[in-house]
């Protein structure tokens, strides 16, 4: 399988490649680290006429540290992901995650800031950035806007991007006090997609869980926050029965499809074992 | 058509591609490195792995423009004077292939994961293979050929000895 002829465009800097999205065509897709977009290319389930290639865009590799947030370059590698001293320290459930995604030959090639954009419902990376409260950083030809993560997964394949702009940086704010973090993915076989899987964080007070923040994968179109969840662990003692009870609200308000893997329903018992096995590993119960 | 320049086991090539040429297709067809094989066309399988830049990819999920300024180790490319590397000398001595298609993938992927963990176990060399997929299931011995390649890799114990093929 072979994709069907393309112009490509191989930009150095955030400026070069708006232009050249911008004088691509109609039909333009930007490639990151194309470990989505070759294979559905290959499919020809997409066929653009330009492909604007972000390779070689060196400003957007990288993490470095804000006073109040770590923010991520869109082109980072999950292989680099991995191995960064600042994600470690400050957001390791992203290394957590990351570590899930694929295989290493894919996570050699495949970016943070690609996994976002492309939100994919099943991919690991939307769950976790919602979970985190990142902020998503848009460059266009008319200047920068910042997206919060609760506003850039749209739909299904569908973020905030709009045509034309290109996602820069990722932004992940600094957690105070203390936080414990897990990622509980349930899938078939190794590098398959999750059928379900589940972000959690978790602020302890002494023997008390402050505050918890629950992320969906694959629950619907886009990833969700399990609020009923989350308004269930509000100041509670820190004990497995009320991270069960807690956890018996994870499906509520989602719409998970059901398709070979799983039917809905059985996605809906998932998102509550799942909740609770990832709360329970990051509440340290 | 781009022109890329690209060293590929050592040699360098300078040659024009269509930007959808796959980086496997270019190696297999324009350059005869057929060592290189396409199992799966889905970036399931892993047979394609090479090195980039010394990384493992699949070379089915890599354009050959984005290879352009790079350098690229197949399978062909890992031997020294004929003398075999220490992992395929591993698959060879530990009967790591049944059928051998996913050999080549299998070997590239090894090496990149025992670059990153020297002393990989049992379970490391699963999941760090995980992106390789062999039919004939031929896993046991894949993963006792890894460790033996690793200890050898890594300065020559003798800790798989014990392990040995199953005759």
Redesign the interface.
């Given at each position: 399988?072979?994709?069907?002829?393309?112009?490509?465009a191989?930009p150095t800097t955030i400026d070069e490649a708006l232009q050249a999205v911008a004088s691509g065509g109609e039909d333009v897709k930007i490639m990151a680290g194309?470990?989505s977009l070759?294979?559905v290319?290959?499919l020809r389930l997409a066929a653009p006429e330009t492909?604007v290639?972000l390779?070689k865009v060196a400003e957007l590799r990288g993490v470095r540290e804000e006073e109040d947030a770590i923010v991520i370059g869109a082109m980072t590698t999950h292989?680099d992901v991995l191995s960064d001293p600042l994600i470690a320290r400050y957001a390791p459930l992203i290394a957590e995650a990351t570590e899930t995604v694929?295989?290493?030959?894919?996570r050699?090639?495949g970016t943070f800031g690609g996994a976002l954009a492309h939100a994919d419902p099943a991919g690991d990376l939307p769950a976790v950035a919602l979970a985190l409260d990142a902020e998503f950083v848009i460059a266009g030809l008319a200047g920068r806007r910042t997206v919060p993560a609760a506003e850039f997964f749209v739909d299904y394949l569908t973020t905030a991007l709009e045509e034309g702009e290109l996602l820069v940086e990722i932004r992940v704010p600094k957690l105070h006090g203390t936080w414990g973090m897990h990622y509980e993915k349930f899938n078939r076989v190794?590098?398959a997609w999750s059928i379900v899987a589940v972000a959690a964080l978790v602020r302890r007070e002494g023997a008390r869980i402050a505050e918890v923040r629950v992320g969906l994968t694959n629950m619907g179109p886009t990833p969700l926050r399990a609020a009923g969840v989350e308004a269930a662990l509000v100041d509670v003692e820190a004990t497995p029965e009320a991270v069960a009870a807690a956890a018996a609200h994870a499906a509520e308000g989602t719409t998970p499809s059901s398709d070979l893997n799983a039917q809905a329903d059985y996605r809906e018992h998932l998102a509550i074992v799942l909740t609770r096995r990832a709360v329970t590993v990051a509440a340290g119960l | 058509m781009?022109q890329i320049s690209v060293r590929v086991d050592g040699a360098a090539y300078s040659d024009d591609v269509?930007?959808?040429?796959?980086l496997v297709?270019y190696l297999r067809e324009q350059l005869g490195k057929v060592g290189t094989v396409v199992g799966c066309?889905?970036?399931?399988c892993?047979a394609c792995?090479v090195h980039?830049d010394g990384?493992?990819?699949?070379s089915?999920?890599?354009?050959a423009?984005?290879a352009d300024g790079s350098e690229v180790t197949t399978i062909e490319g890992i031997a020294s004077n004929g003398t075999l590397h220490p992992m395929q000398k591993a698959f060879h001595e530990m009967h790591g292939l049944q059928c051998g298609f996913c050999t080549p993938g299998m070997i590239m992927?090894s090496i990149?994961?025992v670059n990153d963990n020297p002393n990989p176990s049992d379970d490391e060399v699963r999941?760090?293979?995980?992106?390789?997929l062999c039919r004939c299931t031929g896993y046991q011995n894949i993963v006792r050929a890894v460790q033996q390649a690793a200890a050898e890799m890594s300065g020559g114990s003798t800790a798989s000895e014990t392990l040995g093929a199953q005759a």
């Open positions: 399988m072979i994709p069907a002829a393309f112009a490509y191989r194309g470990q070759i294979p290319m290959r492909v290639d390779i292989s694929a295989d290493r030959q894919v050699h090639r190794a590098q | 781009t269509e930007p959808r040429t796959l297709h066309d889905t970036s399931n892993g792995t980039l990384e493992a990819v699949k089915c999920t890599v354009l423009v984005q992927a990149d994961l999941e760090g293979i995980e992106g390789n």
